[in-house]
């Protein structure tokens, strides 16, 4: 047996810039300095995927056994191209060819240029194994072996194994008594190799020539020349990334089938991960390449409980909960430092490094009272000229001054471990009931644990430049000591007064986001009309309904952001989710 799957992805951009106007003091329209262009932009994809297996089944008795072989292969080519020009000539002819390659002062410009042609392409051979006795005993084992182009011909192939088992413990003759109450009861164990070869550059163990296009520094024959420069190191080494799981688990149903519970308790460790570059002395004097230097584990549990029944009135209803949790800690990575800006081994992914908050100051006198209180350079190391409205940090190692010592975990000066921002307890319940064609059903979802800390303007307002800054009306809450504001004295404000500085704005205990959510994602209501009627009208059946989206959450979250979204976009700053409310009718003729 086999199949093949081949697939064409086009894509296709063009946009142009027409000459814009500025006005003189006078009304009197100038270019302005944003110059048109027209750009055009193209890209192909072309994946094959070939798989060519065999199967083979025999049963000795209770004795089942089946054996399965085969081989994988994949193929991607892409090709690239992109042309940029200046200069629209007539606006309604925005193609390259009518174009003058000026800007609109008049002086020529280079045209831009780009293009690649890449692929990468992997095999792989497999085989698996499997056996039952009697529905009772259930064995499986399997066996990977995989190539990429990705990597150096040393480091290409990689194997990969899983091996499963479980136990029907209700089909032995001992659980008869209990079969009344307890219907299914399954006890399951696995071990499984998983491995990973995408990565950002398609090839990552070799050295490439950065080039450009007439961008060097220096005009020759008074034109700008082509460039080339030195390429950056590469890991030649470099080779997959593989995961191991072992896996535990229960199955069971009780009561007629209408109590359906599942556990499963896993850990998996990821070893030869290729994670962030380490530090290497300065001397070096470029970039340090990506390694296949860190490894992970990471535990946790899912739980998925369900009920179903119908009682003697004709009321049928559902209920199904889902909870699942994992954490994942860092058991290698080469940071001699202990620097706090990357991996540690020995401690958790996503850990929140930040100062702890006594609170704004709501007067000079409060303010100088703190820095008094800090008699070996109060809080210089974070900023300066500190006042009313300003924050007030803690000195938490005693030393009379307020920093973040080495930035190291052996001196860390007063900087604390204050949250994660790994999402723990997902969580889920699904409601549903339905009476005499009426129907109803509620989906729940939500985060119950979440630390985070969102450092974007717009968090702040106000941030470190005012290119950068966002005035929203959440950040109208902001401290003002003056009685006479057009605003308002507000002494017990949220935030600290607006500054173009970041001394107010480090990762601090007191804006620390609590990202746990509930919310109602999905709430329906429908009638369905007895098939006694509609069948007269030739349609077997008629359903109208009413539906609602995202239709209510609570969260503590900051009033701007969406918790769901909030890991999108820039800093969670996405195209809001929607409420939306819909009537349908579902016709089956």
């Known amino acids: 047996m086999g199949d093949v799957n081949y697939s064409i992805t086009d894509i296709f951009y063009h946009w142009d810039l027409q000459r814009t106007y500025n006005h003189d003091v006078n009304g009197n329209p100038y270019p302005a300095s944003t110059a048109s262009e027209v750009h055009e932009e193209g890209s192909r994809d072309n994946y094959l995927n070939a798989n060519l ?49 000026n800007d609109p002062n008049g002086k020529a410009v280079p045209p831009s240029v780009a293009g690649s042609n890449q692929h990468w392409s992997t095999a792989g051979y497999f085989g698996r194994i499997n056996y039952n006795y009697k529905e009772r005993y259930l064995v499986e084992g399997n066996l990977r072996y995989d190539g990429s182009s990705r990597f150096r011909r040393e480091k290409r192939w990689i194997y990969s194994s899983s091996a499963s088992a479980g136990w029907n413990i209700d089909k032995e003759s001992f659980w008869e008594p209990l079969q009344k109450y307890v219907n299914t009861f399954k006890i399951r164990g696995s071990y499984g190799e998983l491995s990973n070869q995408n990565t950002n550059n398609w090839y990552p163990t070799y050295s490439t020539m950065p080039t450009g296009t007439a961008n060097g520094s220096w005009l020759v024959n008074g034109a700008k020349p082509n460039t080339a420069s030195a390429p950056g190191l590469v890991t030649s080494d470099l080779s997959w990334e593989q995961a191991r799981t072992w896996n535990i688990g229960v199955d069971a149903s009780f009561l007629r089938g209408r109590l359906i519970a599942t556990f499963e308790r896993f850990t998996r460790y990821t070893d030869n991960m290729t994670g962030p570059a380490p530090e290497l002395p300065i001397i070096l004097g470029t970039p340090v390449p990506k390694a296949n230097n860190t490894s992970l584990k990471t535990s946790g549990f899912e739980l998925d409980v369900a009920w179903q029944d119908r009682l003697h009135n004709g009321l049928g209803y559902n209920v199904r909960f889902l909870l699942s949790d994992s954490k994942t800690e860092i058991t290698k990575y080469p940071n001699p430092t202990g620097s706090l800006s990357t991996y540690l081994a020995g401690h958790m992914m996503n850990e929140i490094w930040g100062y702890q908050t006594i609170g704004i100051a709501k007067t000079q006198a409060e303010m100088d009272a703190h820095l008094a209180s800090l008699p070996n350079g109060g809080q210089n190391a974070l900023g300066s000229n500190w006042k009313a409205g300003d924050l007030m940090y803690v000195d938490v190692n005693g030393d009379g001054k307020i920093n973040a010592g080495a930035n190291t975990i052996t001196d860390h000066g007063d900087l604390v471990l204050i949250g994660n921002s790994t999402p723990r307890y997902l ?33 702040w307002g106000a941030s470190t430049t005012i290119y950068s800054s966002a005035g929203l009306k959440e950040h109208a809450d902001y401290f003002r000591d003056d009685p006479n504001h057009p605003l308002g004295q507000n002494l017990d404000a949220y935030y600290p007064r607006p500054l173009l500085s970041a001394k107010n704005q480090l990762v601090q205990t007191k804006y620390l986001q609590d990202a746990s959510y509930i919310r109602l994602k999905n709430l329906q209501v429908g009638y369905t009309i007895p098939q006694s009627i509609t069948k007269k009208l030739g349609v077997n059946k008629f359903r109208a309904y009413v539906s609602g989206e995202n239709v209510w959450t609570i969260s503590n979250i900051a009033t701007m952001f969406d918790p769901e979204t909030i890991d999108g976009g820039w800093n969670g700053s996405v195209y809001p989710l929607s409420k939306v409310y819909s009537f349908g009718v579902s016709i089956t003729l």
């Open 427 to 459: 969580a889920s319940l699904d409601l549903g009931a339905n009476y005499k064609g009426f129907d109803f059903r509620a989906f729940f979802q939500g985060v119950l644990k979440r630390d985070y800390f969102n450092n974007s303007f717009y968090f």
């Open 53 to 101: 297996y065999t199967e083979y089944a025999r049963s000795l008795r209770n004795h089942n056994f089946k054996v399965l072989l085969g081989m994988q292969s994949e193929l991607m080519k892409t090709h690239y191209m992109m042309a940029e020009r200046q200069g629209v000539i007539v606006p309604s002819l925005t193609v390259i060819d009518v174009t003058s390659g």
